[in-house]
């Protein structure tokens, strides 16, 4: 895409985060921005913001796992602005934590309901008419967890890994077939964001939650990491660009270069993988 002004973005976990900060990103090149979110209350205030840099911007409330609510969101962000030329598949948990073999398929079935069911269906419910119209770009977040895996979030990793192959699939299929929609990877590190707080809030025993002391000390290390993360807003620049650039790799930092080097050497060696950790 060669130019973002007056064309329509969807966001998708828009409320906060790296989401709130893609969307105002937009709004201050001069995109409408549509904000998807089940927290109606922050999502409006980021529409409000958005509206503060002279675009028009809307808050549809947008609970990701469910089909039929990524197909309103595409329907309501259609009605007021005509097309969607960029929209974030970026809804995200931590979701359940735990020894693998413990976790319930409540625990699976919600944290990949969020994580991979929600992008696919958002890949379902947008790029039919972004092929359509041509004019558009597609960003997936995926992260560092969709190439180096860990111990005691399997469904996180899980998903992680199926969003990295969804983007991988959906560029080679948009190429195969000579459209000019651009695909983004957006594959995080550490990030300062608030996105363990969602599981903190569970109690043990609900899906989405803590269920065991490993998956305890996995969310307490998590939250210490994303703490002297990256600043969001930084990532909201990157995004940007990428789009404009056609970039489909958007690694937030060079931290975890070494870590995936060493797993694909390991893959090639027919080697078992060694638990992965960023250079600096």
């Known amino acids: 895409m060669e130019s973002l002004s007056g064309k329509t973005a969807v966001v998708t976990g828009g409320a ?6 893609m969307a105002l990103r937009f709004a201050r090149a001069g995109m409408n921005v549509v904000i998807g979110d089940v927290d109606d209350d922050r999502a409006g205030a980021v529409a409000a913001e ?7 911007a809307l808050a549809v409330h947008t609970d990701v796992s469910d089909e039929s609510a990524n197909i ?11 097309r969607v030329n960029v929209v974030c598949l970026n809804a995200g948990v931590t979701g359940s934590a735990g020894r693998s073999w413990t976790l319930s398929v409540k625990d ?3 944290t990949l309901g969020i994580l991979l069911d929600g992008v696919v ?9 972004i092929v359509e119209h041509g004019d558009g770009h597609v960003v ?19 998903a992680k890994h199926g969003v990295v192959a969804l983007a991988e699939t959906l560029h080679h299929e948009l190429r195969a077939e000579k459209s000019a929609v651009g695909v983004t990877c957006l594959c995080p590190g550490f990030v300062n964001t608030d996105i363990v707080a969602a ?13 065991d002391d490993l998956g305890g000390k996995w969310l307490d290390f998590s939250e210490r990491a994303l ?16 789009i404009l650039d056609g970039q489909f790799w958007l690694f937030t930092d060079q931290a975890w270069d070494e870590a995936i080097a060493l797993k694909n050497q390991q893959i090639l060696a027919r080697r078992p993988p060694t638990l992965g950790h960023p250079s600096r």
Request: aromatic share 8%; proline share 4%.
């Open 50 to 56: 958005a509206r503060g840099h002279g675009v028009q």
């Open 199 to 211: 599981t903190r809030r569970r109690k043990v025993g609900e899906a989405g939650a803590v269920q």
């Open 108 to 110: 699976w079935d919600w």
């Open 227 to 242: 703490a002297g993360g990256l600043d969001p807003e930084l990532v909201g620049e990157q995004v940007h660009d990428a």
């Open 72 to 82: 309103a969101l595409n329907a309501a962000a259609c009605d007021a602005f005509g």
């Open 121 to 129: 269906h958002g890949v379902r419910a947008f790029v039919p008419g």
């Open 16 to 21: 906060s985060g790296m989401g709130r900060a």
């Open 140 to 158: 997936m977040t995926a992260s560092i967890a969709g190439h180096v895996s860990s111990a005691y979030s399997g469904p996180y990793m899980v």
